[in-house]
T-cell receptor, first 108, second 115 residues
Framework: GQQVMQIPQYQHVQEGEDFTTYCNSS?????IQWYKQRPGGHPVFLIQ?????EVKKQKRLTFQFGEAKKNSSLHITATQTTDVGTYFC????????FGTGTRLLVSP | DTAVSQTPKYLVTQMGNDKSIKCEQN?????MYWYKQDSKKFLKIMFS???????INETVPNRFSPKSPDKAHLNLHINSLELGDSAVYFC??????????????FGNGTRLTVT
């Protein structure tokens, strides 16, 4: 079946450092979505990318969809303690399949 | 107003019991889902309903039975609870027909602990 993998599984950074999580699908996707789940919370939708090679920014967050529409990345510039949480990508292909998640810990 | 609300927030019960989790959405969405999140934080879809019709039924034991009385409600009943059922269960909804094209709106989750 369709699989969506994310790396790294876990990352611990100092506040101010950059962070990137990568998402790879076994199949070509119709779209990729990104979610953030704070500790003890529920996943919250961040953004959706649809076009091949698309890049979108939200303040310090940059999202990219690969040319082949099989991979994506989320980059956070100058992390803050409020960025702590687990980041999930979710690939759309007849249904939405969530990636394995990257847990981000930010130390002040 | 909460967009997707599920109850209860916490559920502690013994093996062998039967329990239900309720979910309601006021977003006017056509599709609702149940997801299971295990201790490793993996999010796995269990079921999805579009306009009260079951459209996704992943490999889930038949002890789990979803029910959608109308498109704003999707409940989950679990029979003969087992230790391995302990997890956080999330209800979600989306505007599309469940083909993965629309963002999901999640409820706050129900933490089920089976002892």
């Amino acid at each position: 079946g369709q699989q969506v993998m994310q790396i790294p599984q876990y990352q611990h950074v100092q506040e101010g450092e950059d962070f990137t999580t990568y998402c790879n699908s076994s199949t070509t996707l119709s779209n990729i979505q990104w979610y953030k789940q704070r500790p003890g919370g529920h996943p919250v939708f961040l953004i959706q990318l649809v076009k091949s090679g698309e890049v979108k920014k939200q303040k310090r967050l940059t999202f990219q969809f690969g040319e082949a529409k099989k991979n994506s990345s989320l980059h956070i510039t100058a992390t803050q303690t409020t960025d702590v949480g687990t980041y999930f990508c979710a690939g759309g292909f007849q249904k939405l399949v969530f990636g394995t998640g990257t847990r981000l810990l930010v130390s002040p | 107003d909460t967009a997707v609300s599920q109850t209860p927030k916490y559920l502690v019960t013994q093996m062998g019991n039967d329990k239900s989790i309720k979910c309601e959405q006021n977003l006017g969405h056509d599709t609702m889902y149940w997801y299971k999140q295990d201790s490793k934080k993996f999010l796995k879809i269990m079921f999805s309903y579009n306009n009260k019709e079951l459209i996704i039924n992943e490999t889930v034991p038949n002890r789990f039975s979803p029910k959608s009385p109308d498109k704003a409600h999707l409940n989950l009943h679990i029979n003969s609870l087992e230790l391995g059922d302990s997890a956080v269960y999330f209800c979600a909804s989306s505007q599309d027909s469940g083909v993965g094209n629309s963002p999901l709106h999640f409820g706050n989750g129900t933490r089920l602990t089976v002892t």
